[in-house]
Antibody
C-alpha cells in the first residue's frame, strides 16, 4: 500500500527556516517524480516544487531561491528546505506522487504557520 | 503561467441531481487536465486524469470531457459523499496550475 507521511511543520517566525519531510512507503520514490503542493488556509492548491526521478528540480516563482527540494533514496524520504519564510508561506504542505504529471497519492499534509 | 478558472465558485445541488463543473484554461493545455476532489480536513484525491480517464476506484458517475481550453466534470447523480470542493489541474506546462475550486454543496 502506498503511503506518504509528512512531518516537520510548525510555528516559525518570519525570516526563519524549516525543513519538511515526507516518508514514503509502498513504492520506491526514486522511480517517480515527487512534488510539494501547498494550500493556504481557506484557499486553493498551489504547486510549489518538483523533483524528477533523475534528480532535476523545478520551483514556483514564489519560492524560487528560498526553498530547496531533495530526497534521500536510501530512506525513501522527500524533503523541502524552506528558508527566509514569509507570512504568505503559511499553508498546509502536501507531498504528492506524480503519475505522468498528475498526482495519484497525497500525504495528509503538515501545517506551516509563519507568524511573529 | 497558465491560469485555470473554474465556475461556478459554488454549486448547490440536491442529492440525486446532476452536477456540471467547468474549468477554463487561459491557453490550450491539450489533454493534460486532471480533476481532484477534496473534503474538509483531507488531502485531495484524484478523480479524473487526461481529461476523461477515471482514476482507480472512482465511480462511473464521475466523468470528464473537453479539450484545449474548455473542460467539464460531470457528476451524474450526486451522492452524499460527493459534497466537497473540486479542483482542476493542468500539467501541460510548468508551473502546473490549479483552478481556484468549485464547492459542491447540498441544496
Amino acid at each position: 500500500e502506498v503511503q506518504l507521511v509528512e512531518s516537520g511543520g510548525g510555528l516559525i517566525q518570519p525570516g526563519g527556516s524549516l525543513r519538511l519531510s515526507c516518508a514514503a512507503s509502498g513504492f520506491a520514490m526514486n522511480y517517480n517524480y515527487m512534488s510539494w503542493v501547498r494550500q493556504a488556509p481557506g484557499k486553493g492548491l498551489e504547486w510549489v516544487s518538483v523533483i524528477y526521478s533523475g534528480g532535476n528540480t523545478h520551483y514556483a516563482d514564489s519560492v524560487k531561491g528560498r526553498f530547496t527540494i531533495s530526497r534521500d533514496n536510501s530512506k525513501n524520504t522527500l524533503f523541502l528546505q524552506m528558508n527566509t519564510l514569509r507570512a504568505e508561506d503559511t499553508a498546509v504542505y502536501y507531498c504528492a506522487r506524480g503519475n505522468s504529471a498528475w498526482y495519484d497519492y497525497w500525504g495528509q499534509g503538515t501545517l506551516v504557520t509563519v507568524s511573529s | 503561467e497558465i491560469v485555470m478558472t473554474q465556475s461556478p465558485a459554488t454549486l448547490s445541488v440536491s442529492p440525486g441531481e446532476r452536477a456540471t463543473l467547468s474549468c477554463t484554461a487561459s491557453q490550450s493545455v491539450s489533454s493534460t487536465l486532471a480533476w481532484y476532489q477534496q473534503k474538509p480536513g483531507q488531502a485531495p484525491r484524484v478523480l479524473i486524469y487526461d481529461v476523461s480517464t477515471r482514476a482507480t476506484g472512482i465511480p462511473a458517475r464521475f466523468s470528464g470531457s473537453g479539450s484545449g481550453t474548455e473542460f467539464t466534470l460531470t457528476i451524474s447523480s450526486l451522492q452524499s459523499e460527493d459534497f466537497a470542493v473540486y479542483y482542476c489541474q493542468q500539467y501541460n506546462k510548468w508551473p502546473q496550475t490549479f483552478g481556484q475550486g468549485t464547492k459542491v454543496e447540498i441544496k
